[in-house]
T-cell receptor, first 112, second 112 residues
Framework: AQSVTQLDSQVPVFEEAPVELRCNYS??????LFWYVQYPNQGLQLLLK??????LVKGINGFEAEFNKSQTSFHLRKPSVHISDTAEYFC??????????FGQGTTLQVKP | SQTIHQWPATLVQPVGSPLSLECTVE??????LYWYRQAAGRGLQLLFY??????ISSEVPQNLSASRPQDRQFILSSKKLLLSDSGFYLC???????????FGPGTRLTVT
């Protein structure tokens, strides 16, 4: 069965510093991978996705993620964060039935 | 372009009262539809999904039910709310051939 583990529940970082949010997945079949962002009291917004091809995926708001099949990871990175990046971030993996399995989320806290 | 609506945005209901949350999608046909619940400080729990009118799959046994009376309408209901039903309810849609899901703005339900 597929599963997703987000290794950090909270990540505090200062403004303009780089950040990495970690995501590991478990699956016996090929998967598609996603990162979503959720601002307070809002729905989830798709940041980026890996379906196939290049393992480095670029998304919105300056975020990127790298798919590493050997390490079964899909870590999210941004070279310089802004206060406005403060939000909850969810990693998700596809399952063959067409659904997504979500991680528990990582709260990114950007400090001035 | 496609849009997804949820209402109401917030709802406060007493224990034992009925519930009806509505989700509608515009700009697409025959979408897959999903209901998720997000409890405070926790990840997303898939409650129901639907691949077509009248076709509902339940992921978690509970006192909630879902219906899809029209192609782009998805309703979440309960006959008698429990305190544990409190949470943030999110509706999402996807194209049937794709894993990407797009989320609505959510409904904040507080059961008192």
């Amino acid at each position: 069965a597929q599963s997703v583990t987000q290794l950090d529940s909270q990540v505090p970082v200062f403004e303009e510093a780089p950040v990495e949010l970690r995501c590991n997945y478990s699956s016996s079949v090929s998967v598609y991978l996603f990162w979503y962002v959720q601002y307070p009291n809002q729905g989830l917004q798709l940041l980026l996705k890996y379906l196939s091809g290049s393992t480095l995926v670029k998304g919105i708001n300056g975020f990127e993620a790298e798919f590493n099949k050997s390490q079964t990871s899909f870590h999210l990175r941004k070279p310089s964060v802004h206060i406005s990046d403060t939000a909850e971030y969810f990693c998700a993996v596809s399952v063959p039935t067409g659904k997504l399995i979500f991680g528990q989320g990582t709260t990114l806290q950007v400090k001035p | 372009s496609q849009t997804i609506h949820q209402w109401p945005a917030t709802l406060v209901q007493p224990v034992g009262s009925p519930l009806s949350l509505e989700c509608t999608v515009e700009g697409t046909s025959n979408p897959n539809l999903y209901w998720y619940r997000q409890a405070a400080g926790r990840g997303l729990q898939l409650l129901f999904y639907s691949v077509g009118i009248g076709q509902i799959s339940s992921e978690v046994p509970q006192n909630l039910s879902a219906s899809r009376p029209q192609d782009r309408q998805f309703i979440l209901s309960s006959k008698k709310l429990l305190l544990s039903d409190s949470g943030f309810y999110l509706c999402a849609w996807s194209v049937s051939s794709s894993y990407e899901q797009y989320f609505g703005p959510g409904t904040r339900l507080t059961v008192t």
